[in-house]
């Protein structure tokens, strides 16, 4: 016989039930980021990098792995991929300068 222990302090909540912010935390956990990735520059020398255009479209569906802007960081141009697959939602301008790490954009499934 399984004795199931039914306290009720100790059973989650459905997620309807949850407070707001553990839902937006859950959701925005599950929207990946674009990132300009901390190894494009590969000293704390170079100057900053400039988002220098946008090769998908706001709003466009992209696929993991498919290359969405590019980014200049001193001489070089370097293309930013999508983490993941979905609606690509664009956080940062054209030729708005970034820093390493930072967050360019988001993809909603």
Do not use: H, Y
């Given at each position: 016989m399984i004795q199931i222990n039914a306290d009720p302090d100790s059973m989650p909540l459905p997620a309807s039930r949850r407070p707001l912010f553990e839902r937006l935390e859950a959701r925005e956990a599950a929207m990946p980021d674009v990132r300009v990735s901390e190894n494009l520059w590969s000293t704390g020398m170079l100057p900053e990098g400039i988002l220098e255009r946008w090769i998908v479209q706001d709003g466009a569906r992209v696929q993991a792995g498919e290359a969405v802007a590019a980014v200049r960081i001193g001489e070089a141009l370097h293309d930013i991929v999508s983490p993941a697959g979905?609606?690509?939602?664009?956080?940062?301008?054209?030729?708005?300068?970034?820093?390493?790490?930072?967050?360019i954009a988001e993809v909603h499934a």
């Open positions: 979905g609606r690509l939602e664009v956080m940062a301008c054209a030729s708005e300068v970034v820093d390493p790490g930072c967050i």
